[in-house]
């Protein structure tokens, strides 16, 4: 998921003048629709904390989940099992692992930024398809 290579610069820092070599994926803003829903119960066999239910709500609705394959919803729902440990019991030494599977997974702005991922609005359909000019108009003028 996440692209190798450091965080773009803004224009007229960049010390390359070489385009890049990953350019931004380009995601239209609607929520996505099709995620897996979390289990009933978590591995351990306890119900999820109200606070990883809504985090889950939020996670599988991002547009970009639209990208992602099997093997990243699992990702995603390991991240939940992790997230649920922290809201649970307070656990703190998974918070460092929470974060960095968050920023793979592109829960944030910046984060997104990181991953080269731009929401874009969606694109208007076109009520009139561009008409041909014929040459024929032209021929003797």
């Known amino acids: 998921m996440p692209i190798a290579g450091r965080k773009p ?12 070599t990953y350019d931004w994926t380009e995601v239209e803003q609607v929520p996505f629709k099709g995620g897996p829903k979390l289990p ?15 985090w889950w ?9 639209v990208l992602w394959s099997d093997s990243d ?13 922290f809201h649970m019991q307070g656990n703190h030494s998974v918070a ?9 997974l592109g ?4 984060y997104r930024r990181d991953l080269r991922i731009k929401y874009v609005d969606k694109k208007a359909e076109q009520e009139t398809p561009a008409g041909v000019t014929s040459l024929d108009d032209y021929r003797d003028l």
């Not at 610069?9 to 890049?20: D, F, L, S, V, Y």
């Not at 709500?57 to 989940?65: G, N, Q, T, W």
């Open 107 to 110: 829960t944030t702005a910046d």
């Open 96 to 104: 460092t692992e929470v974060r960095n599977r968050e920023r793979v």
């Open 9 to 20: 610069k803004p224009p007229g820092q960049a010390r390359n003048r070489n385009k890049p």
């Open 73 to 85: 919803w699992e990702y995603a729902l390991d991240t939940a099992y992790l997230k649920a440990m």
């Open 40 to 54: 009933t119960r978590m591995p351990n066999g306890l119900p999820w904390p109200p606070a990883t239910k809504q």
């Open 57 to 65: 709500k939020v996670v599988s609705a991002m547009p970009h989940c």
